[in-house]
């Protein structure tokens, strides 16, 4: 019996299943540095530890003390399964008859560094930059589809003392596809606690990260939030209809409001000189989502659209006039279709089809 | 204080840190399900159950209760970084001064589900289907680019009694960018342990897959062995040069090979009509991956390249050739380069630049 174990990364975050698993085993198998971690749970077993590299070697052994009857763990740092021993050992494990395997997943790099960064992650990508038995253009055009989909991305194995290029093809592609302000998380577990940094990728040079390092490449609506970066998943804040939103969209609901700035309004122009009017009022508020720039006044449960002026963007404008045409039928739409109209909020920031929601 | 703690999917997948935190916790809040499963853990406690699509309410409650000056431990199903209450909490604690989080990552329906199914992860891909907030057209987005990059790719949410527009658009990307007979790996957490089963694309139904399932999809090498899904991760087999490759080698180093069919050897073809001979013996014997056909024979210590062909289509020839002899230098490069040359396959197997390694 081969219990493939992932140990996540430190105590806290091992499983119950991994600690027993452990303890009813006869012989550890491991890279060194992950059987040190687990020390004090291995005493009068077997231990085998290996270097980095020596991944067959240590499937090999596990499959061989299995075959003899012995109860093996194979250690993983993370969850075996993300970059970990299951893979190999399954490749392994086929040359031979009746080996029994069990996999223990764990918490895995990614899920660690989120934690530590706030709350990164929505759809997201996982992409390793390890280019030992994978060819560089394979994995460029991995990040370079998972940028374009607005994928969080998280990296493993950023960076090695001999393997730098793919971390730079990485840093262009961020550069090429998010562009130079896009926000990436930095989660260094040489220390302990973890050390968590937020940079933009203009920002992002080689001294700062290592191989103990896990990154988290933002979205086009990822957020800083004080040291926290933060990707919204989205919810839905009930609100009352303000009296001045309601008299804007009756009137466009009866067709007076003109498209494009309204240089006859006494207060034009607010914001700025060219800026659109046909939503004087927003829509969506409140959104709740600071990553168009507004934020909640703390202690008084105002959202304020302070930094917000996406909606008096031309571009913002074309895209949201016809779709909030087709779903706001009565003003008390803008309240009871509050979940479609952040859903076409989120088309339009997103540029994807904001007829197909 | 607030713990936003991941419970894994069963008792064996918690974590320590998620056993302490809720043991030194004054309340504790979550879905009735999650709340249920740790019974046991939460006797004597505050306890504040509420049901799904209460995000927010138990979000606001968790921070009152802390404000009130109590510990409180706010559960998450899996990782509450993934698709779970972190993000929440985090959009909302914002209203607030002075709130303290701490955010223990947990075991991930897809670590879970990859455990049970063997190892089919690689660079991969998490987009849930779910799209109460999220606009399908995003949604088909992020499908379309991760199945286009070859990543693997883990659904969540993938369907329920009234959201199956979502599901059938997955089907048909899947369909239409890997073709009918791409595995799918379905894990039903509704049974205990969970039931794990292997589908073509093309049998994949809506009656086979409900909201407590967890879906992975292989990439273009994923392969099934026995019951399991396998993505090889791929290492490297150290083996002497046979002398009938030494042989073939020498005359290809020497410019004596041609290119595509050789209709005068006497065993042309042994393959089929129209094959391609630039590779009699394969420069990547033995690959140690069956994502080709190839499979070991158990118990002997020998690879079999029983039902792998691909080396001699035109394809495949045609991407090689070139970068193949730019490789090899000396019929030792066989051995000696290795790692380089199972590049340059996987390369070419995944349609990215094989001259890009």
Request: charged share 30%.
């Given at each position: 019996m081969i219990n493939v174990i992932g140990i996540g990364q430190n105590r806290e975050n091992m499983t119950l299943g991994a600690v027993k698993a452990i303890e009813e085993s006869d012989v550890i198998i491991g890279y060194k540095k992950y059987i040190n971690q687990i020390e004090?749970?291995?005493?009068?077993?077997?231990?085998?530890k290996k270097g980095?590299?020596?991944?067959?070697?240590?499937?090999?052994?596990?499959?061989?003390?299995?075959?003899?009857g012995q109860t093996v763990s194979l250690i993983s740092s993370g969850d075996?399964?993300?970059f970990g021993m299951a893979n190999v050992l399954y490749q392994i494990v086929s040359k031979y008859d009746g080996v029994e395997v069990k996999v223990y997943p764990g918490v895995s790099a990614l899920n660690y560094a989120s934690s530590h960064l706030g709350a990164p992650l929505h759809d997201f990508a996982a992409i390793s930059l390890s280019n030992i038995l994978t060819p560089l253009s394979e994995i460029e055009k991995k990040l370079r589809h998972a940028?374009?989909?607005n994928l969080i991305v998280a990296i493993y194995n950023p960076i090695s003392k001999t393997r730098k290029e793919p971390f730079r093809r990485f840093k262009q592609c961020v550069l090429d596809i998010k562009g130079e302000n896009a926000l990436i998380g930095i989660v260094d577990s040489t220390y302990e606690p973890p050390k968590a940094t937020i940079v933009e990728v203009k920002n992002l040079t080689e001294d700062i990260v290592n191989m103990s390092c896990t990154l988290i490449v933002g979205n086009d609506i990822t957020y800083q939030q004080e040291d926290k970066l933060i990707t919204p998943r989205g919810y839905v804040i009930r609100?009352?209809?303000?009296?001045?939103?309601?008299n804007h969209y009756e009137k466009f609901l009866n067709g007076e409001i003109?498209?494009?700035p309204n240089r006859d309004c006494d207060y034009y122009p607010c914001h700025w000189d060219g800026q659109y009017c046909d939503f004087c009022y927003c829509p969506f508020?409140?959104?709740?989502d600071s990553a168009t720039g507004g934020e909640w006044i703390k202690g008084k449960n105002v959202w304020n659209c302070k930094d917000c002026n996406w909606l008096h963007k031309?571009?913002?404008?074309e895209c949201l006039r016809e779709p909030l045409e087709n779903i706001l039928e009565e003003v008390e739409d803008l309240k009871a279709k509050k979940k479609t109209l952040l859903k076409l909020r989120k088309a339009c920031l997103l540029h994807v089809d904001p007829n197909d929601l």
């Open positions: 004090d749970l291995v005493l009068g077993k077997e231990i085998i980095m590299g020596d991944e067959i070697y240590r499937a090999e052994m596990a499959i061989q003390k299995s075959l003899e075996p399964g993300v940028l374009e989909a609100s009352d209809i303000h009296e001045l939103s309601r003109a498209h494009g508020y409140p959104c709740g031309k571009e913002a404008v």
